[in-house]
């Protein structure tokens, strides 16, 4: 099988954990050449050995970056388009939680933080990328919405809120792009077992929270949590050429969770 992303340039926020790593790594071993922007200049480098492991030859550039902050943002992408000269595919995945709580508790702070980084830094990252593939003419986008981004989840606030954001950003630029050749998609991504889901299960209960999981996934109609890289074969799948007629829509993946009366 020929690799989807021979020559392709993958840029990718969020890529030192979880959903974002899992995707660098399936789409390294098919030939693409990486952009990783993350806060923690430290995952990001474990991302990058882990990408060398599967795929020795791989072309990496690792960009500290917060996407809450626009000319953070600006920066990643022309750092990007100055190294590799385009950008063939953008997974817009960065996010937080944030705090649980009832929405009358919910913190102010707290909702402007949640909805900085996972609605404006996805606002940002899309403002900054669709100009390039607007002008070269092609291109492919995912963002990282969220199961809690189609529907309620309680106590989230500003995660439901923002992954609603996240949802109607993908629909609407959809519809604006699909004319350049540009395909936007979002994931809905449900209880996948990410060091963030580690992190939502250890607010409920720090000493039992494997516990909790086992309850937490047993309304899903597979009883079990999702796997980081079974997002990354649906990253990949959506950046690649294959999709490029999806667009403008959410894609759930959650055992089928969602569908759930």
Same mark, same amino acid.
């Given at each position: 099988?020929?690799?989807?992303?021979?020559?392709?340039?993958?840029?990718?926020?969020?890529? @030192?954990?979880?959903?974002?790593?899992?995707?660098?790594?399936?789409?390294?071993?098919? @030939?693409?050449?990486?952009?990783?922007?993350?806060?923690?200049?430290?995952?990001?480098?474990?991302?990058?050995?882990? #990408?060398?492991?599967?795929?020795?030859?791989?072309?990496?550039?690792?960009?500290?970056?917060?996407?809450?902050?626009?000319?953070?943002?600006?920066?990643?992408?022309?750092?990007?388009?100055?190294?590799?000269?385009?950008?063939?595919?953008?997974?817009?995945?960065? @996010?937080?939680?944030?705090?649980?709580?009832?929405?009358?508790?919910?913190?102010?702070?707290?909702?402007?933080?949640?909805?900085?980084?996972?609605?404006?830094?996805?606002?940002?990252?899309?403002?900054?990328?669709?100009?390039?593939?607007?002008?070269?003419?092609?291109?492919?986008?995912?963002?990282?919405?969220?199961?809690?981004?189609?529907?309620? #989840?309680?106590?989230?606030?500003?995660?439901?809120?923002?992954?609603?954001? #996240?949802?109607?950003?993908?629909?609407?630029?959809?519809?604006?792009?699909?004319?350049?050749?540009?395909?936007?998609?979002?994931?809905?991504?449900?209880?996948?077992?990410?060091?963030?889901?580690?992190?939502?299960?250890?607010?409920?209960?720090?000493?039992?929270?494997?516990?909790?999981?086992?309850?937490?996934?047993?309304?899903?109609?597979?009883?079990?949590?999702?796997?980081?890289?079974?997002?990354?074969?649906?990253?990949?799948?959506?950046?690649?050429?294959?999709?490029?007629?999806?667009?403008?829509?959410?894609?759930?993946?959650?055992?089928?969770?969602?569908?759930?009366?």
């Amino acid at each position: 099988m020929s690799n989807r992303f021979d020559g392709k340039v993958i840029l990718i926020t969020g890529a @030192g954990s979880g959903l974002g790593q899992a995707s660098a790594l399936q789409m390294a071993k098919e @030939g693409a050449k990486l952009s990783l922007v993350d806060l923690n200049s430290a995952s990001l480098e474990e991302t990058k050995s882990k #990408v060398l492991e599967v795929s020795p030859n791989a072309d990496v550039l690792l960009i500290t970056a917060n996407v809450a902050d626009e000319k953070a943002v600006e920066n990643y992408v022309k750092e990007t388009v100055e190294k590799f000269e385009k950008i063939d595919g953008f997974f817009n995945n960065a @996010g937080i939680e944030g705090k649980q709580n009832l929405t009358e508790d919910f913190g102010n702070d707290e909702f402007d933080k949640v909805v900085s980084i996972n609605l404006n830094g996805v606002f940002y990252g899309m403002k900054y990328v669709l100009k390039v593939m607007r002008e070269q003419g092609f291109g492919s986008i995912v963002n990282t919405a969220s199961v809690g981004g189609i529907r309620g #989840v309680g106590n989230q606030s500003g995660y439901a809120a923002s992954k609603h954001g #996240v949802v109607g950003l993908t629909r609407n630029s959809g519809i604006e792009y699909g004319q350049y050749g540009i395909s936007i998609k979002a994931i809905a991504p449900g209880a996948i077992m990410t060091p963030m889901v580690e992190g939502s299960l250890k607010q409920i209960d720090p000493d039992n929270w494997e516990e909790v999981g086992k309850q937490f996934v047993e309304p899903n109609p597979m009883k079990r949590f999702g796997k980081p890289e079974e997002v990354g074969y649906l990253v990949a799948f959506l950046l690649s050429d294959q999709a490029n007629f999806i667009n403008a829509t959410v894609i759930p993946i959650d055992g089928g969770q969602s569908y759930k009366y």
